[in-house]
């Protein structure tokens, strides 16, 4: 098991997280449309796809505790030398 979170794997994640985050940069502005889409397609659903409601609100909830939490991750980053995201 200590095999597995060698430095050079935990840096070749980290590169291939931070390369996603790139080239997803221009679409940030789909997030809030796409999270009202999700939210209204869970309320229809519940009652016809339960187990797909389900897993809506599950992703919503996630999204939701990413929100929250933003500001601790980039103050945990910072702290490890990472550049942080401007503030607005």
């Known amino acids: 098991m200590g095999t597995l979170l060698t430095p050079s794997r935990i840096e070749a994640v ?7 985050v790139e080239r ?3 679409w940030s ?3 809030p449309p ?3 889409a999700a939210g209204l397609g ?4 519940v009652d016809r796809q339960q187990w797909l409601g389900a897993a809506l609100a599950l992703g919503l909830l996630f999204a939701w ?3 929250l939490s ?3 991750i980039s103050r945990w ?3 490890r030398g990472h550049p942080t995201p401007p503030v607005a």
């Open 42 to 45: 869970s309320f229809f659903l």
């Open 34 to 36: 796409m999270a009202f």
């Open 70 to 72: 933003e500001g601790l």
């Open 24 to 26: 997803l940069k221009p």
């Open 14 to 20: 980290q590169r291939r997280i931070e390369s996603i």
């Open 29 to 31: 502005w789909m997030w």
């Open 65 to 67: 505790t990413l929100l």
């Open 77 to 79: 980053l910072s702290r």
